[in-house]
């Protein structure tokens, strides 16, 4: 990470304001005023009580985590979600404030961590419960660790996902967690799944998570175990179920402007994309017919045509399976299908006609470039899949920086 990621600081000591980042092979920008954005598009949805917990996980959803999370930070956001306690201390290291709540499995080797870095964990069963309220006896690590402190956890209740968490029907197994005496449980949680506001079995799931959850709550409390916090929401919960009194809402790809498909709430509700990616035209050919470009044969040219080589290939996320025109980024304003096979660190694309085309020029893959626009929804269906993979894939070798993404008319 620290050898391709450069902080702000160091970012606003270059001059004019221009990255020496933009030097680079392939980048990402980020638009901090979208981000800012659609976090007050977010919180305007949600009860006043109801705070973000952005999901921050697999680098910010390939946006960048220290980017994000810091001015998230500096709009008053304080709590986030990540995937692992690598992740969440990857955060601390870069002075990221807040509760920190950790979505997966932790090792038991790596408890002392979750002290060591303020990183509270989710419980995902009574069996995973006992082990850290174990963890919590041990002595070992003291003055590391501060062990004898509780260890702070949201308990995660599977309402019907059967991905991880305790059966909202086993009541006893959850009770047994309250009394677990090394635990500090602050948050109960679950997760919707059917994810499609528009389709009405989807919501009628979300109904039955819904009520599954509130009775696990009554019982939590009828116990004499008080009120944690809780939440259920992403960013389909956000446009489902937009009163939901919760404590927190954790949503990913709204906050990053990513929808899921051209109908969706996410782009109804004008939520920004904060992502541009960019790579440089390293090289541009005239080739002739008979000629080959990439590897494999996989495109002969049936014409003379103008190429270009750019910087960017499977390696830094882009999906091989965009080779061979089923993807396209835009040169010069104009969209350049791609030819052949995408290679590790490589991509041609064909600029037949496309004028000043040069070495050291910049393509847009995903976002704008004069009218035309490319967004990660588009990528997803070329690709044969889903919005989400395309940007948590995107590579820990390319640079991100602060950038503003263009907007069309019809936009602003
Ligand atoms: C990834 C994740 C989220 C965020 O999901 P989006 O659909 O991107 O908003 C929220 N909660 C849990 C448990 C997750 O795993």
Known sequence: ??????????????????????????????????????????????????????????NAHGHGAAEICRELNNIGVRAFCVASVSEGIEL??????????????????SFPLLRLHRLTQTVIDLEYAEKLNAFGDTGTDRKMTGAGKKVAVHVKIDTGMNRLGEPAGNTGEILKMFGLKNLEITGVYSHFYAQNENDRAHRAVTQ???????????????????????????????????????????????????????????????????????????????????DAVGYELAFVASRDMKIAALSIGYADGLP?????????????????????????????VDVTGVENVRQGDVAVVIGRDGDEEITAYDVAEQAG???????????????????????????T
């Open 1 to 58: 990470m620290k050898a391709v990621s450069m902080s702000f600081g160091q970012i606003a000591n270059a001059k004019n304001g221009a990255s020496s980042l933009q030097k680079s092979r392939a980048w990402i920008e980020l638009d901090m005023e979208n981000l800012r954005h659609n976090v007050r598009a977010l919180r305007s949805l949600l009860p006043e009580k109801c705070e973000l917990m952005p999901s921050v996980k697999a």
């Open 92 to 109: 601390r290291e870069q002075n990221i404030e807040g509760e920190i709540l950790v979505f997966g499995y932790t090792h038991p080797e």
């Open 208 to 290: 039955r998570q819904l009520e599954k959850f509130n009775r696990v709550m009554a019982m939590i409390e009828e116990n004499g175990h008080g009120k944690p916090k809780t939440h259920l929401q992403g960013s389909f919960g956000i446009f489902s179920l937009p009163g939901l009194e919760c404590d927190f809402a954790r949503p990913g790809m709204a906050l990053y402007g990513v929808y899921r498909n051209n109908g969706d709430a996410m782009n109804s509700n004008a939520l920004r994309p904060v992502l541009t990616l960019k790579a440089r035209v390293a090289a541009v050919k005239e080739i002739s017919a008979g």
């Open 320 to 348: 091989h399976a965009l080779s061979c025109g089923k993807g396209r980024v835009l040169v010069a304003g104009a969209y350049a299908p791609i030819l052949g096979n995408i290679c590790m660190d490589q991509t041609i």
């Open 385 to 411: 899949t889903i919005p989400n993979e395309i940007v948590g894939r995107l590579g820990s070798r390319l640079c991100r920086q602060k950038g503003t993404y263009l907007m069309s008319d019809n936009q």
